[in-house]
């Protein structure tokens, strides 16, 4: 009896103890919003976009940087101020990295590509850049500041960026934006 009761116990612990797994597609099969993770790294080729927009901003390519936007792109900064379509991001950032900004520069630079699949709040599905930096300006007035910047560059099927999210201190923007006495 107590042979039995240990082949019982031992049953019901092996079944009971078995993981269950979702069968996961064969190689050759695409993964599904369903069998896909929630997030997962994507392309290599977003970083690289990245940099080459930082690269286009420092040499005031302003033709190179803004080739990178769709044209229904929106542009938000952490307090609240937004631009809305290509032309309106275009003016902003023309006119003051032309007329604003005498030199920009980027270092320390870590940028992470990934593939939203199940958006777990509002953040929308499909391919984020998420960028840190560390950026250095020298305003035509004299003064500059430097500090580190987060940013976020959404991308739509084209490979356009459709959404920017930019994370900054204004404080020391603005005070090197004052004329030097």
Known sequence: MKKLFLVVLCAFLFVGCKKET????AANEPKTAESASPVEFADAKYTEIGKKAMAAMASGDMD?????FADNAKY???GGDSLVGKPAIDEYWRNRRLN??????????IWLPIKINKPQQ????GIW???WYEVTAKYKGGSSMTQWMHILYHFDENDKVDEVNQFVDRVPIMAAMKPKK
């Open 22 to 25: 979702a069968a996961e597609p």
């Open 64 to 68: 190179g940087w803004m080739s990178n």
């Open 76 to 78: 938000y900064w952490n």
């Open 100 to 109: 604003v900004v005498e030199t920009i520069s980027f270092k320390n630079e």
């Open 122 to 125: 509002m953040e929308k599905p």
């Open 129 to 131: 850049l998420m960028g």
